[in-house]
């Protein structure tokens, strides 16, 4: 299956993205014939690192583009008290809600659950850290990334921390538009509040279910400007090589950034 031919909008996502399709091709922790999933525990690894850094702390944290999933956040609810959730579709929030619930037909997340209380050296805690995200996720709202509010007509307090795994690449159809994009995350923290990204580099789709996902291709250095030039600073960059996926990615960048605070006067 190859690339699209066309930027796959936000109508798109809304008509032809499937969340259960989504979990199940992506995040279960191995396959059916018990193959490891690579590019999720690197990415787990990741997370874990970069919320293990000095000053990622706070009182909230918005997840931008969450998509139905909840391990992007799994290693921060350690470190703050109240998370946002934001995502465009209507189907990946209510995805997202139906675990929050424990409704019937959630997804089950236990074993990349255990796996990172593993990484923070305590495996057996998997159901506590279950009920503390669950607790900690207040509002699962619809965003646009692409708008100057992404929230729009909802405002937020600014954060603390955003984290945004993914989602950028896929909502943005050129470098312009993944800058503008950026900008108006950024209106989303605190002056001295972190960005944390998880960014597929050199990709131009992804596919499951039958369907291709176009992916905005982007270098190291367009991440790290784009993210400069929106009025952060990048205190962590780590590219890691992209373990097969179920589209044309070559490489993974973990990105922590600071948001300057504006100089005065
Ligand atoms: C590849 S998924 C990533 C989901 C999740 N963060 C993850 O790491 O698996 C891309 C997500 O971006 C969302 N999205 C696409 N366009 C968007 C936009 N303009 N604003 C906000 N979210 C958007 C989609 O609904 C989808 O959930």
């Not at 970069?50 to 999933?69: A, H, Q």
């Not at 209507?90 to 990484?119: S, T």
């Not at 305590?122 to 506590?128: F, V």
């Amino acid at each position: 299956m190859g690339a699209p031919a066309a930027f796959t909008g936000t109508e798109v996502y809304q008509r032809s993205f499937d969340p259960g399709e989504y979990l199940r091709e992506f995040y279960t922790l191995s396959n059916s014939q018990g193959q490891p999933n690579t590019f999720l525990m690197q990415n787990l690894k990741s997370l874990w690192k970069m919320f293990s850094l000095e000053g990622l702390r706070g009182e909230t944290l918005i997840d931008v583009g969450c998509g139905p999933t909840i391990y992007q956040i799994l290693s921060a609810c350690e470190h703050f008290q109240e998370i946002i959730a934001l995502d465009y579709t209507d189907q990946n929030r209510r995805e997202l809600e139906k675990w929050l619930k424990k409704e019937a037909g959630a997804f089950d997340w236990r074993p990349v659950v255990e796996y990172v209380c593993e990484l923070e050296g305590e495996r057996e805690k998997w159901a506590e850290k279950e009920e503390k995200l669950r607790q900690k996720v207040r509002q699962v709202l619809k965003c646009d990334v692409t708008k100057a509010n992404p929230t729009d007509p909802v405002s937020l307090p600014p954060a603390d921390c955003v984290v945004s795994t993914l989602c950028l690449e896929a909502a943005c159809k050129d470098l312009a538009t993944f800058r503008g994009a950026l900008r108006n995350v950024g209106t989303l923290l605190k002056p001295g509040g972190h960005l944390v990204m998880v960014t597929v580099l050199r990709e131009t789709y992804y596919a499951f279910n039958n369907v291709v996902f176009s992916c905005l291709r982007l270098e190291k250095d367009e991440v790290e400007e784009a993210v400069e030039g929106a009025g952060f600073e990048v205190r962590f960059s780590e590219v890691q090589p992209c373990p097969p996926t179920g589209g044309d990615c070559e490489a993974v960048l973990s990105l922590v950034a600071r948001r300057r605070t504006p100089i005065s006067g």
